[in-house]
């Protein structure tokens, strides 16, 4: 939608207009329809994941008789869509950029967050990108391409490649209307590819991810989710902790298998994301590493998560707690006992009680032999 509204706010409004219509409709208490900025979706996402991880509640009562307790920390997270992906974690660094910064107050405790959105960086729009940074100069109707695998064919037409303002700058009348793409299915050509959309030349901070974007020390473990969930998923690796090497190796085998054996094993699952899983791939470690810094040390510190405790890791959980309230900013009065406690103590003082009273009546109690008179 935020595209849609660069590219035509017309219709951006009429789709709003839409969606007001039918919500009102329903008998949901509708409060409006709007497009949220990549700023809520970067901090809405972060609250949803931390929420679900109950990373947010810390008893205090129980922090207080436990000293070695493990304060309980934030997870970062990362969430990749299909036009935009945000990057989102507290740091105990400046924020230099005010535009990255944000300030919450939840439960009693503050964060300071940072999150940075980067529209045109989803893998539907990097795809595009990386296709029209690497077009061949020549009219030549068929276009090679590495990151698809061998034997995958796609028609396309310049008129659809440049529909997004992503990509509308480069648009050139050249070349021919349609096209085809053929899959040569090769890792590192692909990666080469797609590091073509990543500017890392220029930076007016002390530190950026890429594109002259502010970005601190990454800090922390990292929960990644939407896209980068889908397809480590297909790629068999979410469940084991794989290193970055293997992760590479995992790609680069899926990448030169032939298409024809890929449509025949996976039948069920829709071409275009079948397709686009060599690309998705090379795409998720290229950012994660070139883009925001990842490396062989920190890989282990991100988790690929689809569903946590049974809810969708995504921006939409965080935005309903958001609005309702559900996450207070201060902790809720707390007795200065913990139940656990309570009980404990009104247990040992029972039998401390019958403990004296026993003591008591033993002591003042007559020996039965003086009662009957017998030395
Ligand atoms: O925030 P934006 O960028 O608008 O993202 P979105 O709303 O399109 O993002 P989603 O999280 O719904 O999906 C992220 C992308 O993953 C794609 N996708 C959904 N299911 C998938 C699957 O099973 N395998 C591969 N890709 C998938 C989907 O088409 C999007 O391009």
């Not at 590192?188 to 601190?216: D, E, M």
């Not at 449509?263 to 699952?269: A, N, S, V």
């Not at 510190?301 to 959980?317: E, P, Q, V």
Request: glycine letters at 8%.
């Amino acid at each position: 939608m935020r595209l849609l509204r660069m590219s035509n706010n017309t219709l951006a409004n009429e789709v709003l207009l839409s969606v007001e219509n039918t919500l009102r409709s329903s008998p949901f208490d509708f409060q409006g329809a709007r497009i949220i900025t990549g700023q809520d979706e970067g901090a809405y996402g972060w609250i949803t994941i931390n929420y679900l991880l109950n990373n947010f509640v810390q008893d205090s009562s129980v922090l207080n008789l436990l000293p070695n307790f493990r304060k309980v920390e934030t997870s970062g997270a990362l969430d990749l869509g299909g036009a935009s992906t945000q990057i989102t974690f507290v740091s105990n660094e400046d924020i230099e950029s005010q535009d990255n910064s944000l300030h919450f107050r939840l439960y009693g405790k503050n964060y300071n967050v940072y999150t940075h959105s980067f529209l045109c960086y989803g893998k539907d729009q990097a795809l595009r990108q990386q296709l029209v940074k690497n077009l061949p100069s020549t009219e030549n109707s068929t276009i090679f391409d590495p990151c698809f695998n061998s034997g995958y064919r796609r028609n396309s037409s310049i008129s659809e490649l440049y529909s997004s303002p992503c990509v509308s700058e480069y648009s050139t009348l050249d070349g021919p209307i349609n096209f085809e793409i053929k899959g040569t299915g090769n890792y590192h050509l692909c990666k080469a590819n797609v590091q073509s959309i990543f500017n890392r030349t220029h930076c007016p901070y002390s530190q950026c991810s890429f594109n002259g974007v502010f970005q601190p020390v990454l800090q922390g473990k990292f929960g990644a989710f939407s896209a980068f969930y889908f397809v480590m998923d297909f790629l068999k690796l979410t469940q084991e902790k794989a290193t970055l090497d293997e992760v590479k190796e995992r790609i680069q085998q899926h990448c030169s298998r032939p298409w024809d054996e890929v449509k025949t094993e996976f039948p069920k699952i829709k071409v275009k994301y079948l397709s686009e899983y060599c690309f998705s791939g090379a795409y998720i470690i290229t950012l994660l590493e070139l883009g925001y810094g990842f490396n062989a040390d920190n890989w282990k510190d991100i988790s690929f998560l689809g569903k946590i405790s049974g809810s969708d890791a995504g921006w939409t959980l965080g935005y309903m707690l958001n609005l309702t309230n559900m996450i207070p900013a201060e902790l809720p009065p707390s007795p200065p006992l913990s139940h656990g406690v309570y009980v404990g103590l009104m247990v040992f003082f029972s039998i401390f009680l019958v403990f004296i009273m026993l003591t008591c009546w033993l002591g003042h109690r007559k020996p039965r032999c003086l009662q009957k008179g017998i030395i």
